[in-house]
């Protein structure tokens, strides 16, 4: 029998990890530079966490949570996590940090859940990563989480992607919004589908989301042209402080996002080298989730990324980092003394191998070939008699025989 991965998980392979580390370090170094530390929470919280903080009405709570635990529970279920947000807000609260410092630029990586319908770029784990910058009111630090994830993008050598941004509004004026939006969309009704309909008394911004009814949509009143004063102002700041970091930009109004706690600022980048699911990453403000989660009432912004979608944008499967060596057993050696001077040279800072099938010089070789190693070395018995290895350069094909301190140096420079 063979064993399958679970439907909508992906094995990450070692020819993917060599990306996977590019992206996780360009990420962390750009984190650190963007003065964001990083905090790691459990992968499952309890269920009615996400059903305070993402949102009762969401597609996410609603249809998408893998859910375990007793019900009966005094504490009720478990839910393995669709999303960090409420987690890294959980910790932060639960850990007393805002009593420490008001402002906390938080940064995380690690895997989500939601039970979706699998296809390419869409799974049922994936990974998120992303940023909570939590405590600030200041349009600046919505445009600074829009810079720092273009720069993640630079930094990986992805150019292919737009960003578009919105305002939804704050509690002032969005339900001035909400019933614009009811009124127009009220006699569209009966010709919406069933779960536009079910949306328009629970959720009606939604409907902006809907995929099967967008057409007749498209003369729906805009959450931006709702915005009171404030967010108004909010919204030019945030556009100037983008345009003069030139980070290039569109405003969408059917952006509404799909989770329940953003105000104002949301967006979203996407890229055309994926597939339908072409968003990298969203996020946007949320003013009041902190406060309604028992913390204290300040204004946050965030946004998550998909790794493996970045993965995918990325394109390709990068070569593995070439050792320094590959270590050949010559003669009748004693394949023990090959591997102690194999574990020195690893001691002393250089990557390489052995061969462990005691397979002849000429097998040995190919394997030294294939693993695309700087330097064959040879050691036979005459070699260890007399300490010294038997340098191969892979580049050149020359040969020289050296004491091992000097192997060390030539190993180390690349220099014969
Ligand atoms: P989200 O838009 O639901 O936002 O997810 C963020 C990103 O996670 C998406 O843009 C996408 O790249 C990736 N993603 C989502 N679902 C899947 C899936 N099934 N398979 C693969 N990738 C997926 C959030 O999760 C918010 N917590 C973002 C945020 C942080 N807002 C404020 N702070």
């Known amino acids: 029998m063979n064993f399958q991965a679970p439907e909508g998980t992906k094995d990450i392979t070692p020819e993917q ?23 790691r929470t459990p992968i499952f919280e309890y269920t009615a966490l ?48 805002f009593a420490k410092k008001n402002f906390w630029k938080v940064w995380y990586l690690g895997p989500a859940f939601r039970k979706e319908r699998p296809q390419k770029g869409r799974y049922r784990q994936f990974t998120q990563i992303g940023v909570e910058a939590a405590g600030s009111p200041d349009p600046l630090v919505d445009a600074e989480t829009m810079v720092l994830f273009a720069e ?20 002032e004026c969005r339900p001035v919004y909400r019933e614009a939006l009811k009124n127009h969309i ?8 069933e779960n536009c309909n079910r949306r328009f008394e629970r959720n009606v911004f939604r409907i902006l989301d809907c995929k099967v009814d967008a057409d007749k949509l498209k003369d729906a009143p805009k959450a931006i042209d709702h915005l009171c004063q404030a967010c108004k102002d909010h919204m030019a700041v945030v556009e100037a402080s983008l345009k003069a970091c030139e980070v290039p930009y569109r405003i969408d109004s059917r952006i509404v996002r799909g989770l329940d706690y953003y105000t104002r600022t949301v967006y979203e980048f996407s890229s055309s080298a994926l597939g ?38 990325m394109g390709g499967e990068a070569v593995p980092p070439a050792p320094d060596f590959f270590a050949v057993a010559a003669g ?15 001691r002393k800072g250089l990557s390489g191998d052995l061969d462990f099938e005691a397979r002849s010089v ?55």
């Open 17 to 39: 990890v060599v990306l996977w580390n590019r992206l996780e370090t360009a990420a962390r170094e750009t984190f650190a530079r963007f003065g964001y530390e990083e905090v």
């Open 50 to 97: 996400f059903h305070k903080s993402s949102g009762e009405t969401t597609d996410i709570v609603e249809k998408e949570m893998f859910t375990f635990g007793d019900p009966e529970d005094k504490k009720g279920t478990y839910s393995l996590r669709p999303e960090l947000t409420p987690g890294t807000i959980r910790a932060l609260i639960e850990g007393g940090l």
């Open 152 to 171: 993640i993008l630079k930094a990986v050598g992805v150019t292919a992607w737009e960003l578009r941004v919105n305002s939804i509004g704050c509690k």
């Open 186 to 193: 009220r006699p569209l009704l009966p010709t919406l589908d």
């Open 276 to 313: 339908s699911q072409n968003a990298l990453a969203g996020g946007g403000r949320y003013d009041t989730l902190v406060g309604s989660m028992g913390g204290p009432d300040v204004g946050s912004v965030g946004f998550a990324a998909g790794v493996e979608r970045i993965l995918l944008a």
């Open 332 to 346: 009748d050696v004693s394949r023990s003394d090959v591997f102690k001077i194999v574990v020195d040279l690893r």
């Open 362 to 416: 000429k097998a040995q070789m190919r394997s030294a070939n294939k693993t695309g190693a700087r330097y064959a070395l040879f050691i036979g018995p005459e070699e260890v008699q007399k300490g010294v290895i038997k340098l191969k350069d892979m580049k050149d094909g020359t040969e020289k025989a050296v004491f091992h301190e000097e192997a060390v140096n030539i190993l180390r420079g690349g220099k014969k």
